[in-house]
């Protein structure tokens, strides 16, 4: 994407109202490698998500990941949710337990 791009892609998005699914997991240990290959396997279904703008994923520990989706809407995640799940399913192996998700509006941005 080009520069360009990229500006008219913040602008586009200000004054936007987006609204976040925030999903905090723990990794069974030892198998953090073939988690992530499973993700980026199915990367790419995320794109079958209605509203689904972005999404993130950062590891903040070891064993510990938190994702991080930004939808459009609270009702296009909400009937995202049996989608999502279905896409989601092949993760539950590499689970310690099940996730904790919450769900909330952006209040407030920073781009550089």
Not at 89 to 98: H, I, N, Q, R, V
């Amino acid at each position: 994407m080009s520069h360009e791009q990229q500006i008219i892609d913040k602008i586009s998005n200000l004054g936007m109202l987006m609204y976040y699914r925030l999903t905090h997991a723990t990794i069974k240990s030892g198998t953090y490698d073939e988690a992530m290959a499973t993700m980026k396997s199915i990367r790419d279904k995320f794109s079958e998500i209605n509203g689904l703008l972005r999404s993130r994923l950062v590891r903040i520990s070891e064993n510990e990941i938190m994702g991080i989706a930004v939808y459009e809407s609270q009702e296009l995640l909400e009937a995202s949710q049996t989608k999502f799940n279905e896409i989601m399913s092949s993760m539950g192996p590499y689970l310690a337990g099940p996730p904790s998700i919450s769900h909330g509006e952006q209040v407030m941005a920073y781009d550089a």
